[in-house]
T-cell receptor, first 120, second 111 residues
Framework: ETGVTQTPRHLVMGMTNKKSLKCEQH?????MYWYKQSAKKPLELMFV???????ENNSVPSRFSPECPNSSHLFLHLHTLQPEDSALYLC???????????????????FGPGTRLTVL | SQQGEEDPQALSIQEGENATMNCSYK?????LQWYRQNSGRGLVHLIL?????REKHSGRLRVTLDTSKKSSSLLITASRAADTASYFC???????????FGQGTRLTINP
């Protein structure tokens, strides 16, 4: 569908499990994002990485831990989650328009298909 | 905080008719974007309109922006069954450094 892939597409885990979500973008972009989409709530920005550096942590609980080893890959490590963390987790990427400062988070974003997470 | 709010929350029309969705926001913006999401999938960018623009077109899509009223509309002409999806507006609030999405309009096109 787009140049952003996410694995796994579905994940069921217990509250004591540790799992990781993976995102990969094939668009040559230099910024990547994690969003959470819960039922009947607006899309929530969780983390922003510009040129592999985290530039935004939108008051996300520490049970979510992002990792960006390079500009093409983004992970979200999960541990000790709660049932209310069940949601669709979306990854997105964007491209800086040149110059300094990296990609502006409000540039056009390209989304992956998401990981449907269920916490039991 | 929620910036863009779409109206209506749900819209059901017959194939071939035009669909209009509205988005209202509260603060000054740099740009406003519309995205589409098919059920359980990722969002797809449709169109971006900057604060100094009033109207943009892309194929069957027409977006207007009225900064004095802090509102935008998305018009889909000659709707098709494949247009069935949720549509979100996202605002680039000045100084916020992030897109803020609304809750979306669920559009259903009936054959």
């Amino acid at each position: 569908e787009t140049g952003v892939t996410q694995t796994p597409r579905h994940l069921v885990m217990g509250m004591t499990n540790k799992k990781s979500l993976k995102c990969e973008q094939h668009l040559g972009h230099n910024a990547m994002y994690w969003y959470k989409q819960s039922a009947k709530k607006p899309l929530e920005l969780m983390f922003v990485y510009n040129f592999k550096e985290q530039t935004e942590n939108n008051s996300v609980p520490s049970r979510f831990s992002p990792e960006c080893p390079n500009s093409s890959h983004l992970f979200l490590h999960l541990h000790t989650l709660q049932p209310e963390d069940s949601a669709l987790y979306l990854c997105a990427s964007s491209q800086a328009k040149g110059g300094t400062g990296g990609a502006h988070p409000t540039d056009t974003q390209y989304f992956g298909p998401g990981t449907r997470l269920t916490v039991l | 905080s929620q910036q863009g709010e779409e109206d209506p929350q749900a819209l059901s029309i017959q194939e071939g008719e035009n669909a209009t969705m509205n988005c209202s926001y509260k603060t000054s913006i740099n740009n406003l974007q519309w995205y589409r999401q098919n059920s359980g999938r990722g969002l797809v960018h449709l169109i971006l309109i900057r604060s100094n623009e009033r109207e943009k077109h892309s194929g069957r899509l027409r977006v207007t922006l009225d900064t004095s009223k802090k509102s935008s509309s998305l018009l889909i002409t000659a709707s098709r069954a494949a247009d069935t999806a949720s549509y979100f507006c996202a605002t680039d609030e000045m100084g916020a450094q992030k897109l803020v999405f609304g809750q979306g309009t669920r559009l259903t096109i009936n054959p």
